[in-house]
């Protein structure tokens, strides 16, 4: 049995040309400074015409030819998610008669370098979030179009996190934004924004997500596009209009979130480490993180490049032997987990210790029973200095 991959171009013509499933439906997009409705059937798409001519390639990507009473038009789509496209298209494209109305023919004219439409399906189904936005963040925002400078509320906060085993899967499936006002910056308003994810994707280094607004009945307000970079994840760009091509780069988005990550929740000690233990440390086992070690805390910061962080802070939670349960909580995460220390005693400045495999329960004879620990050669520990 042979089977062939490959990333083939397909072209249909006249009868064969059918609108895939996935393009169907009612659309809405904001074009020339206005609302616009598109209607997509099996055969036909609004002000076009009929489908004669598909080009597909990769099952993401489609070029169509449509002719209408009077011309040709050429139209690509690019299926960004289950509810979001973005199209290019040609004007009006007369032909002689002895022409055919090839892809080819027809879309010789289209500008590649044209902006990017977007277009949100009107029936829209929410996806899960976790893909585009995961996480609780303090934020300051700017928005260059209602006032200058930048508002930072300290109870201004954005909150994407998922309910692991929810039955409700429609809350794993929005996130809020806290607004909060700023004195004396006219423009700044309190106000809490709840978005339903609509999918996400990349271009290049560049991560879009689409969201549609729960609260807001007013469609050229409801939906928007917010982008993030993975070179700098800082920032936060959204989009002001139902568009995505006005997000160029996260610095230069009409508005502009500034994040920082904050704990999801707090967990309470209940136990306590060695007092010799107290101070500044170097990890053997991630040279880039400086470690802090107090009475109940144990917190890991490292350093992913210059001006960036993360932080993972874990909390004593029950100690037997040598071995001590710790709550594992990452700052910009939203659950927390279990993890167990095997500590060697102190001998100078140097810990010897063992860190077990991460679990969801917080049951000590699971998180700290000897099969946690991954057998290494010798029974290897790691050390801090």
């Not at 300290?154 to 934004?177: E, M, V, W, Y």
């Not at 607004?179 to 423009?187: A, I, R």
């Not at 802090?292 to 909390?315: A, L, Q, S």
């Not at 659950?335 to 102190?346: A, I, T």
Request: with cysteine; glycine share 4%.
């Amino acid at each position: 049995l042979f089977i062939l991959l490959c990333g083939c171009t397909f072209t249909l013509t006249n009868a064969d040309c059918s609108i895939p499933v996935i393009i169907r439906g009612s659309w809405f997009s904001w074009e020339n400074g206005r609302n616009t409705l598109t209607e997509l059937n099996a055969e036909t798409m609004t002000r076009r015409g009929r489908c004669i001519n598909v080009e597909e390639e990769n099952h993401v990507n489609y070029t169509f030819v449509f002719q209408d009473p009077k011309c040709y038009y050429c139209v690509k789509l690019l299926v960004r998610t289950v509810n979001v496209l973005e199209k290019t298209e040609t004007g009006c494209v007369n032909l002689a008669n002895n022409e055919e109305p090839t892809v080819e023919r027809v879309c010789k004219k289209l500008n590649p370098d044209q902006q990017l439409i977007t277009l949100f399906s009107e029936n829209y189904v929410p996806v899960n979030c976790r893909s585009s936005l995961e996480g609780v963040w303090q934020f300051a925002y700017q928005n260059r179009f209602r006032f200058t400078g930048e508002c930072n509320n300290p109870d201004a906060q954005i909150r994407s996190c998922q309910t692991a085993g929810t039955q409700f899967l429609i809350t794993n499936q929005k996130f809020n934004i806290t607004y909060k006002k700023c004195p004396g910056m006219t423009g700044t308003f309190d106000g809490v924004v709840e978005y339903s994810c609509l999918g996400d994707w990349f271009v290049d280094k560049n991560h879009f997500f689409a969201v549609a607004n729960t609260k807001e009945s007013r469609k050229d307000e409801k939906y928007r596009c917010f982008l993030k970079n993975r070179d700098d994840d800082l920032y936060i760009g959204v989009s002001i209009t139902a568009e995505c091509n006005m997000l160029k780069t996260v610095e230069k988005s009409p508005e502009r979130l500034r994040i920082t990550p904050v704990k999801s929740e707090v967990v309470e000690a209940g136990c306590r480490l060695p007092q010799n233990f107290s101070g500044d440390w170097i990890n053997t086992a991630n040279i880039d993180a400086d470690i802090f070690i107090n009475e109940t805390h144990i917190i890991e910061t490292w350093y992913p490049d210059e001006g960036r962080y993360r932080r993972t802070i874990y909390v004593c939670r029950e100690q037997r032997d040598t071995r001590y349960m710790m709550a594992r909580l990452t700052v910009d995460g939203c659950q927390k987990d279990y993890v167990c220390f095997d500590f060697v005693p102190q001998h100078h400045n140097v810990i010897r210790y063992r860190r077990g495999v991460a679990v969801i329960n917080d049951d000590f004879h699971t998180v700290c029973s000897w099969v946690q620990f991954k057998n290494k050669e010798d029974w290897k520990y790691d050390l801090f200095l």
